[in-house]
């Protein structure tokens, strides 16, 4: 012992307490662990002095304390930061502090006996598990909870070979039947069972917790039986025996102690492929909207058939959760097509097909070609019944190919048009709204849609109203669009009345350039074809209110000039009358026609202004 331990020895035993406090923090700092040091720190902790007893403490952890835990071990009882100190102490000392400890549990309060069951899990091995095992059979509910939180971590901190000998001391908490009302001590024995590892322990433990899971077991037993089975996480395997026993309890009613724990397992497990398909039966065993979700998790990207068959129900569920995920799920499953389909056309839930046309948008153009005529004909169907499913069908044909729809459409119409249906015209306009409505309609199209509004119009020549008229509308677009083709085609139409005529010529007149054109161009052909007709002379009015006087002269003219061509009119008309009588055709009604000079380019203006001229020499 050299001077400087000798004085700083003599300032341990020293009056001034400050003195005594500073020699021991320079010992443990010179890290001095001769025993005449250690003796002296240990000595210290008999003053009543807690400055002096931590740094003795806080020294002796540093140094060691071996040979005086009989004056450390006690500290443990007191309170505040002497226990905490001197709980670092006895555990760096180790097992050969285990029997004081048990000696000072009983006479301890209740802190100080969870300061001793921390101190003992720390320490740890045989003996002081075997002590905390057995005080977990005597002690309050919430000092079991300390005591078995202790003993988890003690057994999860040993190595298979230390815990070998603590296997069969946890056992022992399950002899016996439990007992209804407090069950604490077999739950405590399945849960610590779930900190054992290596392969025979492990192995062991699983054959044990399987056999609590049972139906014949408690409820919160079987839940803490599953618990630590799965805790087990790498030790799992996807054996057949194993998977079958996951999904019997997956399969279970009672959710809270059994199914949800195992689908915990379940999760942790990694099935080939082949097996994954056969969870498909788990969709209609299980009561579990959660089991659901992960087995289309797992089946999603397996493209068979069979499998989207069984998840496609599913899009009607309940629950909105399984809904999207049988829907994200379908979405990968290219094959099931035909069941996707067969779904779009027998579901009366509008939500259900509205979702199936969503998965099928995402499917290549190629396979849902096939289903095109199918999806055509039912659309139709649906329509004609007024029923709102037919929009889901709409939007499959629209993501594929309208034409088809087209054609159907037109097929229809130029049907119902030379049909005696009273309600052709509404049904036709129903069809072509339906193109209409959607940008899918074409010039024919809108020709026919134009025809059945009119038709159907009240013919009302307010302004207001002929503003409002949709079937004007379309036929605007007609005439900019294609002229002569809509005024060949409107002239020999038989389904277009004489008031039709008027009516459109009434409105059209009036607009400027090509419209105007067209609206003279059918107040002529009202003249022409129906001269007998109540409206002829409304319609001549019309036109001289345009034209002027030129609709009376110009053909006066022209019989002076050309008298031959007055007889070859002559005869013309005669053959015009044989024709009407015969055939009816529309080229011969039209070589036919008693001609009606008429400059449609010149406007109201002009024709007024050529009157005045006229009138003027007659006047002199």
């Avoid at 942790?268 to 398909?277: F, G, Y």
């Avoid at 059918?522 to 409304?538: A, D, S, T, Y």
């Amino acid at each position: 012992m050299d001077a400087t331990t000798k004085k700083l020895l003599n300032l341990l035993g020293s009056d001034n307490f400050e003195l005594r406090v500073a020699a021991a923090q320079v010992l443990a700092e010179l890290a001095i662990s001769t025993k005449p040091v250690i003796k002296a720190l240990g000595n210290c902790l008999r003053e009543p002095y807690e400055p002096i007893q931590l740094a003795a403490l806080k020294g002796l952890a540093r140094l060691g304390a071996a040979d005086v835990s009989h004056l450390v071990v006690p500290m443990i009882l007191k309170g505040g930061a002497i226990r905490e100190h001197s709980m670092a102490v006895i555990a760096a000392i180790g097992p050969s502090s285990v029997p004081q400890l048990r000696d000072l549990y009983d006479q301890a309060d209740f802190n100080g006996r969870r300061a001793i069951i921390t101190t003992l899990s720390t320490v740890n091995g045989k003996p002081a598990v075997e002590f905390l095992l057995k005080k977990l059979e005597e002690e309050s509910f919430e000092q079991q909870q300390h005591l078995l939180a202790r003993l988890s971590d003690a057994i999860n901190s040993m190595k298979p070979a230390q815990q070998t000998p603590v296997f069969p001391l946890v056992q022992k908490l399950l002899r016996g039947k439990p007992d209804p009302a407090s069950p604490y001590l077999h739950i405590s024995g399945l849960i610590l069972l779930g900190c054992f590892k290596g392969r025979t322990l492990a192995g062991r433990a699983r054959k044990i917790l399987r056999n609590y899971s049972d139906t014949k077991h408690l409820p919160e037993i079987r839940r803490f039986g599953l618990i630590s089975l799965y805790r087990q996480s790498d030790e799992l395997k996807a054996t057949p025996d194993f998977t079958r026993f996951l999904q019997k309890n997956l399969c279970d009613s009672d959710w809270e102690n059994v199914a949800q724990h195992a689908l915990t397992g379940f999760k942790k497990i990694n099935l080939p492929a082949k097996d994954s398909v056969k969870l498909v039966q788990l969709l209609n065993k299980s009561p579990h909207f959660a089991v659901h979700i992960h087995i289309f998790e797992r089946l999603k990207g397996i493209d068979k058939p069979e499998i989207a068959a069984a998840i496609v129900p599913f899009l009607s569920d309940s629950r909105f959760r399984v809904r999207e995920a049988a829907e994200m799920a379908l979405r990968e499953i290219s094959s099931g097509i035909e069941s996707l389909f067969k779904t779009l056309i027998e579901s009366e839930d509008l939500e259900v097909t509205q979702r199936v046309n969503s998965i099928l948008q995402e499917f290549p153009q190629k396979t849902r070609r096939k289903y095109l005529d199918r999806a055509v004909k039912r659309l139709l169907l649906l329509f004609e019944r007024n029923d709102a499913r037919f929009r889901s069908f709409l939007e499959f044909v629209k993501g594929v190919d309208p034409e088809p729809l087209r054609a159907r459409v037109h097929e229809k119409v130029v049907k119902l048009k030379n049909g005696a249906s009273r309600e052709k015209w509404a049904r036709i306009t129903a069809y072509m709204q339906l193109l209409w409505d959607n940008h899918m309609i074409t010039s024919e199209g809108r020709y026919y849609f134009a025809i059945s509004l009119v038709r159907q119009s009240s013919r009302n020549l307010d302004p207001a109203s002929r503003r409002s008229d949709l079937g004007l509308r379309v036929l605007r677009a007609l005439v900019y669009d294609s002229y002569e083709e809509l005024v060949e085609k409107i002239s020999i139409d038989k389904h277009i009345k004489p008031e039709d005529f008027y009516y459109l010529g009434f409105h059209f007149s009036e607009e400027g350039e090509q419209l105007g054109q067209f609206g003279i161009r059918m107040l002529q052909h009202l003249v022409e074809i129906f001269p007998r007709n109540k409206l002829c002379e409304q319609a001549q009015q019309k036109l001289r209110l345009h034209l002027g006087d030129e609709v009376e002269e110009e053909p006066a003219a022209e019989a002076e000039e050309k008298p031959v061509e007055k007889e070859a009119s002559k005869s013309s008309v005669d053959a015009e009358k044989k024709a009407k009588k015969s055939a009816g055709k529309a080229k011969k009604k039209k070589s036919s026609r008693r001609r009606v000079t008429i400059d449609v380019s010149a406007s109201t203006s002009a024709a007024r202004k050529a009157r005045a001229a006229k009138k003027k020499p007659k006047g002199k």
